[in-house]
C-alpha cells in the first residue's frame, strides 16, 4: 500500500461547479496535511493546510480531515478554468531528526467553461 | 515567493556521464529537499538536507549524492546518468522544524538522459 493515495484523474467538472479531491494515508502517525496545486510546467504551491480533525476554509476551498478514516480532501467551490491544474496531497509525518513529506501522485483537473 | 533557483533548467546528456544539478536560495533556509517528479509517482524525496554538511538519504536515493558546503546552496549530483533518471528534479527549501511546514519549490529542472 502506498503511504499517500489519490485519485489520478483526470477529474473534469463544469465551470461554477464544486470539484471533490481526495486523499488517503496509511501512517496514522501523520501530523499535518497540506494540498499543493502545480500548473502544468510550473513548481508546486501550497494553497492549504490542515492539521486538526474537521473542515477549514480558506476562500473558495475547503479542506477535510479525517483522521479515524485516515482521510483528507480538498473542496473548490465555484470552480473556474483556471484551477485547472494538478492537485498534490502531502502528509508530514514527524520523526526524530527531521519532517518527512510524503506527496501522493496528483490528481489533475480539468474544469470546463 | 522564496528565492530559490535551480541551474540549469533543461539539461540533456548521455548515459554514464557525470551530472550535477544546484539548487539556491536565498531565504537562508535551513531544510533542503531534492525531488524528482515523474508522472504516476507524484514527487519522490531523493535527499534532503537540515543544515550545512548534514544530509541524509530519501526514498529514492540510489545514483545520487548531494553535497551542502553553504546554507544556500545545495547539490545534487548523478553520478554515473541512466534513461531511468531522466525525470524532472524540483529543489525545496523551509526555514523550520515542526508539523506545520510550508516547502517552498524552486522552478524545475527537466532532465533528459540518452
Known amino acids: 500500500q502506498k503511504e499517500v493515495e489519490q485519485n489520478s484523474g483526470p477529474l473534469s467538472v463544469p465551470e461554477g461547479a464544486i470539484a471533490s479531491l481526495n486523499c488517503t494515508y496509511s501512517?496514522?502517525?501523520?501530523?499535518?496535511f497540506f494540498w499543493y496545486r502545480q500548473y502544468s510546467g510550473k513548481s508546486p504551491e501550497l494553497i492549504m493546510f490542515?492539521?486538526?480533525?474537521g473542515d477549514k476554509e480558506d476562500g473558495r476551498f475547503t479542506a477535510q480531515l479525517n483522521k479515524a478514516s485516515q482521510y483528507v480532501s480538498l473542496l473548490i467551490r465555484d470552480s473556474q478554468p483556471s484551477d485547472s491544474a494538478t492537485y498534490l496531497c502531502?502528509?508530514?509525518?514527524?520523526?526524530?531528526?527531521?519532517?518527512?513529506?510524503?506527496f501522493g501522485p496528483g490528481t489533475s483537473l480539468s474544469v470546463i467553461p | 515567493d522564496a528565492g530559490i533557483t535551480q541551474s540549469p533548467r533543461h539539461k540533456v546528456t548521455e548515459t554514464g556521464t557525470p551530472v550535477t544539478l544546484r539548487c539556491h536560495q536565498t531565504?537562508?533556509?535551513?531544510?533542503m529537499y531534492w525531488y524528482r517528479q515523474d508522472p504516476g509517482h507524484g514527487l519522490r524525496l531523493i535527499h534532503y538536507?537540515?543544515?550545512?554538511?548534514?544530509?541524509d538519504k530519501g526514498e529514492v536515493s540510489d545514483g545520487y549524492s548531494v553535497s551542502r558546503s553553504k546554507t544556500e546552496d545545495f547539490l545534487l549530483t548523478l553520478e554515473s546518468a541512466t534513461s531511468s533518471q531522466t525525470s524532472v528534479y524540483f529543489c525545496?527549501?523551509?526555514?523550520?522544524?515542526?508539523?506545520?511546514?510550508?516547502?517552498?519549490f524552486g522552478p524545475g529542472t527537466r532532465l533528459t538522459v540518452l
Open positions: 501512517d496514522r502517525g501523520s501530523q499535518s
Open positions: 531565504e537562508n533556509h535551513r531544510y
Open positions: 502531502a502528509v508530514n509525518l514527524v520523526k526524530t531528526s527531521y519532517d518527512k513529506v510524503i
Open positions: 490542515i492539521y486538526s480533525n
Open positions: 525545496a527549501s523551509h526555514p523550520l522544524a515542526g508539523s506545520l511546514i510550508e516547502q517552498f
Open positions: 538536507s537540515y543544515g550545512v554538511k548534514d544530509t
